[in-house]
């Protein structure tokens, strides 16, 4: 089945302790970012990745890094999360093509205390 | 920079009868889409409608359809024959051509009663 994973589905942690949410799909596809969505604001990107090796911020990149050592994988890396980043995060993938469809992973429940 | 604003943080529809989200952006694009996504709770973003800024004639799929009107920027999403299950935030979202960046509005929930 095609599709967007994205672990954990729900993370709770306490300011500073560095965390990963991964993200991987299994459609070849070459792009890949990530959202987070918080109330009254919708979602925002805040990386997104147009191939391997190839990155760039979004609108809210502060206190997030990203890699893309493989196609399929595209994980989010907070170094030191603060209260602030508590938040639903998404990832997304899509062909790349100016009209293909985003492909959206189940979404992260973030909780930093 | 592109902006999405729903002004319409919440909506109820009786179940059967007929609604319309609004969705209003600001671009100074000419070609781009337009899109709707519903998040029920399970958090799912599910793609409902597209409309290409390029096509004339309004997208519609099923019950769902779309009232695009470029000059005014205006992109409403009309729900025929509710029903329970389309209870749900949905959200407004822009996309450039060149690229797979969306823009999304702030959403609107919608409730359906019974």
């Known amino acids: 089945e095609a599709q967007v994973t994205q672990n954990p589905r729900y993370l709770i942690t306490v300011t500073g302790k560095k965390l990963t949410v991964t993200c991987s799909q299994n459609?070849?596809?070459?792009?890949m970012s990530w959202y987070r969505q918080d109330p009254g604001l919708g979602l925002r990107q805040i990386y997104y990745?147009?191939?391997?090796?190839?990155?760039d911020k979004g609108d809210v990149p502060e206190g997030y890094k990203v890699s893309r050592k493989e196609k399929r994988n595209f994980p989010l890396i907070l170094e030191s999360p603060s209260p602030n980043q508590t938040s639903l995060y998404f990832c997304?993938?899509?062909?790349?093509?100016?009209?293909?469809?985003?492909?959206f992973g189940n979404g992260t429940r973030l909780t930093v205390t | 920079a592109q902006t999405v604003t729903q002004s319409q943080p919440e909506m109820s529809v009786q179940e059967a009868e007929t609604v319309t989200l609004s969705c209003t952006y600001d671009t100074s694009e000419s070609d781009y889409y337009l899109f709707w996504y519903k998040q029920p709770p399970s958090r799912q973003m599910i793609l409902v409608i597209r409309?290409?800024?390029?096509?004339?004639q309004n997208a519609t799929e099923n019950r769902f359809s779309v009232n695009f009107q470029k000059a005014a920027k205006s992109f409403s999403l009309k729900i025929s024959d509710s029903q329970l299950g389309d209870a749900a935030m949905y959200f407004c979202a822009f996309s450039m051509e060149y690229g797979n960046k969306l823009v999304f509005g702030a959403g609107t929930i919608l409730r359906v009663k019974s």
């Open positions: 459609m070849n596809h070459e792009y």
């Open positions: 409309q290409e800024a390029y096509k004339q």
């Open positions: 990745s147009m191939n391997v090796e190839v990155t």
């Open positions: 997304a993938s899509s062909l790349g093509t100016a009209n293909s469809p985003l492909h």
